[in-house]
Each structure stands twice: as structure tokens, then as C-alpha cells.
């Protein structure tokens, strides 16, 4: 019974070691390093950029429900701010670029859909988002 018990243990340490052979192979040379998107305006953000990092979707759900549900804007927190700041300026978009650049590097990197702007817009227009200036 001890040798069945072995050879079992010897059969899962080989299987494990093709899985992290496997994984290896398939992430070859691929740069693990977390992008570091630059935004095109001057000036600081609402928010330190580490708890940005951490924290921004919380901090626009919050945002959004105090919006929609509870009707207080704040020109300075609005959507229309970090559009501002953050989306690819108009010249790199006429040239191809993705307007939101700055948001699908980061979310790209972390399989991580964008969802702000699926209600009023998809951001590539900052004149065009929300249902009214403030937002």
C-alpha cells in the first residue's frame, strides 16, 4: 500500500511540474511590469496617486452614487475632470490612439474591464458624457 502511496505522490509532483513548466512557457519573456500611465494635463489630481491606484474605483462608485441618487455635483470631482486630465489628447486621438489610454494601460495589464462610462458615453468625447455639465 505504501509503494501505491508513492507512486502516487511521484505522479502528482511530475503533473505539478509540467503545469509550472507549462505557465512558464506561455509567459515567456512577457514584461510583468505594472504600466505607469502619464496624464497629458498639469496639475494634481483630486486624490494622492498611490491611493488613486488603490482605491479609484470605490472612490468614482461613491462619487456616482452621490451623483445620480443623492443629486450633489461638485465641479471639482466630476467625471468631466478626470476626462480632462487623463483621456489622450484630441491630436494623438486623430492619429489613432485610444482615447482612454490612460485607463486601459492599467486595466488592460489587470484584465480588468472599464465600466465608468457605459451609462452616458464612452469617454472618447468629454463634451459628450453624462446627462448634464457637472457630472
Request: proline residues 6%.
Amino acid at each position: 500500500m505504501a509503494g501505491v502511496h508513492r507512486l502516487l505522490w511521484a505522479a502528482v509532483a511530475v503533473g505539478g511540474l509540467f503545469v509550472v513548466a507549462g505557465a512558464a512557457a506561455l509567459l515567456g519573456d512577457r514584461d510583468t511590469t505594472a504600466p505607469q500611465p502619464e496624464f497629458s494635463a498639469a496639475g494634481e489630481c483630486i486624490t494622492a496617486t498611490e491611493q488613486m491606484r488603490r482605491e479609484h474605483p470605490h472612490l468614482l462608485a461613491e462619487r456616482m452614487h452621490q451623483s445620480v441618487r443623492e443629486g450633489k455635483r461638485d465641479a471639482e470631482q466630476s467625471m468631466h475632470g478626470c476626462v480632462d486630465c487623463h483621456a489622450t489628447p484630441p491630436e494623438e486621438q486623430e492619429a489613432g490612439a485610444d482615447p482612454m489610454q490612460f485607463c486601459s494601460s492599467c486595466h488592460d495589464y489587470t484584465g480588468v474591464q472599464i465600466g465608468c462610462f457605459n451609462c452616458h458615453a464612452d469617454g472618447s468625447n468629454p463634451d459628450n458624457y453624462g446627462s448634464s455639465p457637472d457630472n
